[in-house]
């Protein structure tokens, strides 16, 4: 050992030569044995439901007995196992879940009431979104609760997300059509608007709700209309309460070319001055609108801010008030008249003789008789 690290140290040493293949000593090969891996049992009830026996078992003996005895009451199905026990906390769960999305979606709903800054339709925003925030926090709460693994869904969410696109398309478009006229305030609750029925009719109704697919509407005969959001983002909407509350009402009346004008203008004002909803500003006011067959037509103008109690009924009372102001000052209401103009010609005036003839003879008979 000492001559070689001489040698090794040494400056004046020669170079080792390159050993030969047969001379080089490979190192040795050791066996080791490998153990195979010891495959991890996975449950297979629920991750949430085995916890919770568990729990149980530590905290009482008496209890944890009931639950074995729950949990050993099932079958299997597959590599899958259903028990008394895991059906309970599957109930539990989804009822513990539906009851505190309600609680916790109606202190939310009391809160945003308790804000007074806020108008009708940022209301109604806020509770809607304080009621998806909530049902989706109970939701994922549940699923963490039961022990229920997300990847395991993917196929499912995937397949659940084709659905949404092909046949719930329009529940999901009358959401977002919902959200949009509540967050842009061109439709609120309490405005009024109008409507056209099946039919072709159309007519007039106040704003109840706004909800998740549709719009309710309340008319005056009592019918409520169900109005989903995508129409009143697509079509027109005449709203009568957008920017301000107050409408025009337009009243029709004739009067007989032989009345004083100017004094029946003035009962008309009157009249509509008179009716109990009309507003005194801006006052109402009367038009001479068209020259009629039989009449003069004036238009009455007055203005309500009470749209959703009606027009019909404010007509009505003008009207009503008028008509006893026409009778009081003689003011004639005119009904359809005709004037027939016959022009001369040889065949009338011939019908005209003999008309006269035939009325004639009796009386020139008489006096024939009377010289015989």
Known sequence: MTAVLGALTSPAATPTPTPTPEATISPPII????????????????????????????????????VTQLDVIGFTVGDTRFSLWTLLVVVLVIVG????ARLGNKFGHRLLRKVTRLNPSQAVLGEKMVTIVVWTIAIL???????????????????FGLA?????????????????????????????IAVTDMAGNETFGQIRKIGV????????????????NENL???????????????????????????????AEELMLEAARGARRVLATPPPTA????YGESWLLFTIHCWIT??????GNVKSEVLKRLWALFKANGIEVPFPQRDLNLRDNAQFERLIAALERRETPPAAATDAQRES
């Open 31 to 66: 066996d080791v044995p490998v153990t195979p891996a010891t495959p991890v049992e996975v449950p297979e009830e629920l991750v949430g439901a085995e916890a919770l026996s568990e729990a149980i078992n530590d905290r009482s003996t008496t209890v944890g007995d009931i």
């Open 97 to 100: 879940v539906f009851v505190g």
């Open 141 to 159: 709460m549940g699923v963490d609760l039961l022990g229920i693994d997300l990847t395991a869904l993917a196929v499912f969410s995937g397949a």
């Open 164 to 192: 949404i696109g092909f046949g719930l398309q329009k529940t999901f478009g009358n959401l977002i059509a919902g959200i949009i006229l509540l967050m842009d305030r061109s439709i609120k609750p309490g405005d009024v």
């Open 213 to 228: 697919r549709a719009v309710s509407i309340i008319t005056r005969d009592e019918k409520e209309y169900l109005i989903p």
């Open 233 to 263: 983002m697509v079509n027109q909407v005449e709203n009568w309460s957008y920017s301000s509350r107050r409408v025009r009402v337009q009243i029709p009346v004739g009067i007989s070319y032989k009345s004083d004008i100017v004094r």
């Open 287 to 290: 038009w001479l609108s068209d």
């Open 306 to 311: 009470d749209p959703e109690e009606g027009v």
